[in-house]
C-alpha cells in the first residue's frame, strides 16, 4: 500500500513532493538521497548564480526533477548528448535514475558549467558525466552519441541543425515537449522524420508532456502515438 497521497504531490515540503513523485513513477527510493542532494546544490547556488528562475525547492522538485525522471524508461546503455543543458537538466537526474548512461551536458554558459562540474563531483558521477563548456556546433565528437536530448533548447529542427552531427547514423533525438508539436514536426529538415510520440504524464504537473523521437529518414516521414 503507497504510503503517499495525491495531495503528497502538491506538498510544500520537497522531500514529500520528491518520495511520492519517485514512488508514482516506480523509480527506487534509493533515488531520493542524490536526487536530495543535487536538488540542495541546485537551490544553493541558485541564490548566488540564478541557475534557474524557478526559485521554490518544491516546484524544482515537480518542475526540474520529476520532469526529467518521467524520460528515463527511454534510456538505457547509451551515450547521449543533453544539449543546452543549463543546470544540468535532464541529464543530471537521468545519470542518476539510469546507472549505464554515459552523458555528455553541454552547456556554453561557465557559471553554469562550473556548477554542473560541482554537482557531478558532489554525486559521484564522474566516470559517467562529462561536461562541455562550449557551443553545441563546437563539440569535436561527430557521430559519437545514440541520442540526444535538449529541454528548452528550441524547436525540432534548430536541435537537429545544431547538434544531428553529433548522432550515430542510427542515433535518435528524444525531445520533450509540451503539446504535440504539429508545426515543428512539418518543419523537420530532410533526412529526419519522426518515428514516435509518446504522452507522458509528470506526477503533480497539470500540464501536457509528450516525448517526441526523431531519427533519420529511409525515405518517408512516419509518425506514431502510442502511450506509456
Known amino acids: 500500500m503507497s504510503a503517499y ?3 503528497d504531490l502538491l506538498s510544500p515540503d520537497p522531500a514529500r513532493r520528491l518520495a511520492s513523485g519517485l514512488e508514482v513513477l516506480g523509480q527506487p527510493e ?23 528562475a524557478i ?55 561557465g557559471k553554469k558549467a562550473r556548477f554542473m562540474r560541482h554537482a557531478v563531483r558532489e554525486l559521484g558521477l564522474g566516470d559517467r558525466v562529462t561536461v562541455h563548456e562550449a557551443r553545441i556546433e563546437s563539440v569535436p565528437e561527430p557521430g559519437a552519441y545514440d541520442c540526444l536530448t535538449a529541454r528548452a533548447l528550441g524547436t525540432l529542427a534548430l536541435i537537429l541543425d545544431l547538434g544531428g552531427r553529433l548522432l550515430r547514423p542510427d542515433g535518435q533525438l528524444l525531445a520533450m515537449k509540451g503539446q504535440v508539436p504539429d508545426e515543428e514536426i512539418a518543419a523537420l529538415p530532410e533526412g529526419w522524420a519522426v518515428t514516435e510520440i509518446v504522452p507522458l504524464t509528470v506526477p503533480g504537473l ?23
Not at 540542495?40 to 534557474?52: I, V
Not at 521554490?56 to 518521467?70: G, I, N, Q, R
Not at 524520460?71 to 543543458?85: H, K, N, S, V
Request: net charge negative; aromatic share 4%.
Open 5 to 7: 497521497t495525491s495531495d
Open 30 to 52: 534509493a533515488l531520493r538521497g542524490p536526487l536530495s542532494t543535487y536538488l540542495d546544490l541546485l537551490s544553493t547556488w541558485n541564490r548566488t548564480y540564478n541557475l534557474t
Open 55 to 109: 526559485r521554490d525547492p518544491a516546484e524544482m522538485v515537480t518542475k526540474h526533477l520529476l520532469d526529467s525522471l518521467v524520460m528515463a524508461p527511454f534510456f538505457g546503455d547509451q551515450r547521449l548528448a543533453d544539449l543546452g543543458t543549463g543546470a544540468g537538466l535532464p541529464g543530471i537526474p537521468l545519470a542518476l535514475a539510469c546507472p549505464e548512461l554515459r552523458v555528455s551536458l553541454v552547456e556554453s554558459a
Open 206 to 228: 497539470d500540464a501536457e508532456r509528450h516525448l517526441v523521437r526523431v531519427s533519420r529518414s529511409t525515405g518517408q516521414t512516419s509518425t506514431a502515438q502510442s502511450s506509456n
